[in-house]
Structures are given as structure tokens and as C-alpha cells.
């Protein structure tokens, strides 16, 4: 079955406690990417991969590092959580063709930061 | 499930009835609309797309609408089915921004049976 796994689902720590929630992808994609959601801001990118060690930010940037050293996987890496960083996370992933792009969604990880 | 959002306008509509959502966009560069339906607890699902070449995109019961001049973009879905409830957002993308899709802020919809 052709998927996004991210995890955890779910996460509470504590401030400066470094966290990584993982993101992986079966469908040989080249395109990956994080995203915060937070109520009333919708979806916001974080960042964003076009292929294997290559990421690039996005919208929201701060606070946040990811890696690409595999094309299925793409974690992101919290060094050092704050409060503000609390929101659902998802990461994605697609694939262009002439018909254009459909991204993929992960279920979600829901992040509280004390 | 967890509420995407606690200011997200809502649209109520009586199952059977044909449902319109709307999304503005503000990039004129943008060539590239997509719709998702997000369900309680759930990411956001892809529904239909359209490109900027393009006025009316016809799916399943779901009919997208571009209107370039007033940068407006409509989802219609028909015979809505208390399955539809759920959240729904528009999101863009222009070619100039690299891959970055810019999404709206949701609206959700309640089916009433």
C-alpha cells in the first residue's frame, strides 16, 4: 500500500529537549515536505526536499532542521523545542508528471512542547 | 479526531444538497490549484486539481471552478453525503516558488442528515 508513515503520532517534552519525528515514504518520490497546523493559520510549509540531500525552507523555517540522506526518508529534527513549536505536523510527499502533482500526506504528529 | 481549527468559517448543508466552497488566492504567478479534504484526526487528502490553463475541472461528484481574473477558486461537490463532513483547503502553487504549495486557511463542512 502506497503510504507516508511519520512518528510518533503523538509527543509531549520538554523545552530544549532535542526531538526528531521521522517520515518515511514508499513510493519512490522525489519530493518531500514538512508542515505545521496550527488553528487558523492552516498549513504552513517548513521545509522542503527535491531530492536526496537536497532541502530547502520553507515558509516557516525556524526552529527546525531536516535531512535527506535516503529518498524514502525525510525526519525533522527539533534541537532545541519550544512552546511555540506545540502544533500537528505533517510531512508529504509527491511525484511531478504531465499531469501535474499529487501529494501524499502522512497521518500526523501532534507535537506538545512544555 | 482532533479540531483542525477553532476559527474556521463553516458551511452547513442538508445531505443530498449540492455544497460550493470557496477560496481566494492573492498570487497572480500561480499556476497550480489544488483541493484536500481533511477528515477529523487525519492528513489532508487530495481531491482534484486544476491548472491555470484551465476554467472547470470535473471529478467524482466534485467540479472545481478557476476564475484567474478575480484570482477565485471554487469546489463544488454534488449530492453531498454525510461523508463529505470534514475540512476542506485549497492550496496553490506557482513554478517561480519552486515546489511550495501555499495553502488557505480551511473551511469546514457539516453535512446535517
Known amino acids: 500500500e502506497a503510504q507516508v508513515t511519520q512518528n510518533p503520532r503523538y509527543l509531549i517534552t520538554v523545552t530544549g529537549k532535542k526531538l526528531t519525528v521521522t517520515c518515511s515514504q514508499n513510493?519512490?518520490?522525489?519530493?518531500m515536505s514538512w508542515y505545521r497546523q496550527d488553528p487558523g493559520l492552516g498549513l504552513r510549509q517548513i521545509y522542503y526536499?527535491?531530492?536526496?540531500?537536497?532541502?530547502d525552507k520553507g515558509d516557516v523555517p525556524e526552529g527546525y532542521k531536516v535531512s535527506r540522506k535516503e529518498k524514502r526518508n525525510f525526519p525533522l529534527i527539533l534541537e532545541s523545542p519550544s512552546p511555540n513549536q506545540t502544533s500537528l505536523y505533517f510531512c508529504?510527499?509527491?511525484?511531478?508528471?504531465?499531469?501535474?502533482?499529487?501529494?501524499?500526506f502522512g497521518p500526523g504528529t501532534r507535537l506538545l512542547v512544555l | 479526531g482532533e479540531s483542525v481549527g477553532l476559527h474556521l468559517p463553516t458551511l452547513s448543508v442538508q445531505e443530498g444538497d449540492n455544497s460550493i466552497i470557496n477560496c481566494a488566492y492573492s498570487?497572480?504567478?500561480?499556476?497550480?490549484f489544488i483541493w484536500y479534504k481533511q477528515e477529523s484526526g487525519k492528513g489532508p487528502q487530495f481531491i482534484i486539481d486544476?491548472?491555470?490553463?484551465?476554467d472547470k475541472r470535473q471529478g467524482q461528484r466534485v467540479t472545481v471552478l478557476l476564475n484567474k481574473t478575480v484570482k477565485h477558486l471554487s469546489l463544488q461537490i454534488a449530492a453531498t453525503q454525510p461523508g463529505d463532513s470534514a475540512v476542506y483547503f485549497c492550496?496553490?502553487?506557482?513554478?517561480?516558488?519552486?515546489?511550495?504549495?501555499?495553502f488557505g486557511g480551511g473551511t469546514r463542512l457539516m453535512v446535517k442528515p
Open positions: 513510493m519512490n518520490h522525489e519530493y
Open positions: 498570487n497572480s504567478a500561480s499556476d497550480y
Open positions: 508529504a510527499s509527491s511525484h511531478m508528471t504531465s499531469e501535474g502533482e499529487t501529494q501524499y
Open positions: 486544476i491548472r491555470s490553463n484551465m
Open positions: 492550496a496553490e502553487n506557482s513554478w517561480n516558488a519552486g515546489n511550495m504549495l501555499t
Open positions: 526536499s527535491m531530492n536526496v540531500e537536497v532541502t
